[in-house]
């Protein structure tokens, strides 16, 4: 209550528009739905730095700061693999199992960026199969229709 109180205050004296009180009271509600307490402090630093450019600078802040944090995400490596791959640096073969996944028995190459020698994620014949006869559940089924209980 408080919040609304001191937000429409600023509106009133013209310090901040409208606009930025509705997306800081939808920030500040969409942070109680982070599931990691860790997670919910990066994004809470994230979205501070956010707001001051868009503060700033106005809607051109916040395209600037966008475009900075996609940089640095792009820059960032985990486990020597780029954090944003396979889309930067783009690369084809790979692109294909972002978003439409084969089962695991059908993808039988590894990504290229972690690819070193070994190229094949697994041997031949990974499919599974049904078993070879059925005949050992037909003739349970029959069974159990004979038998009184």
């Known amino acids: 209550v408080g919040a609304l109180v001191i937000g429409q205050a600023a509106v009133q004296a013209g310090i ?3 606009a930025m009180v509705i997306v800081v009271a939808v920030t500040a509600i969409a942070s ?3 599931p990691a307490y860790g997670m919910a402090i990066s994004a809470r630093l ?7 450019s868009a503060a700033t600078f106005g809607f051109f802040g916040l395209i600037l700061a966008f475009f900075l944090m996609i940089v640095h995400l792009c820059g960032l490596r985990s486990f ?3 954090y944003m791959s396979p889309f930067a640096p783009f690369s084809p073969s790979n692109f294909k199992e972002t978003f439409f996944r084969s089962p695991l028995w059908a993808m ?3 990504p290229r960026m972690v690819v070193g020698k070994n190229v ?4 031949e014949n990974q499919k599974p199969q049904p078993p070879i006869s059925r005949e050992m559940i037909m003739t349970d089924q029959k069974e159990g229709d004979t038998h009184e209980s």
């Open 16 to 18: 901040v528009s409208p």
């Open 32 to 34: 109680f739905a982070t």
């Open 46 to 52: 994230i979205r501070f730095a956010f707001i001051i």
């Open 80 to 82: 020597g693999v780029p």
């Open 108 to 110: 039988n190459e590894r």
């Open 120 to 123: 094949t994620r697994q041997g």
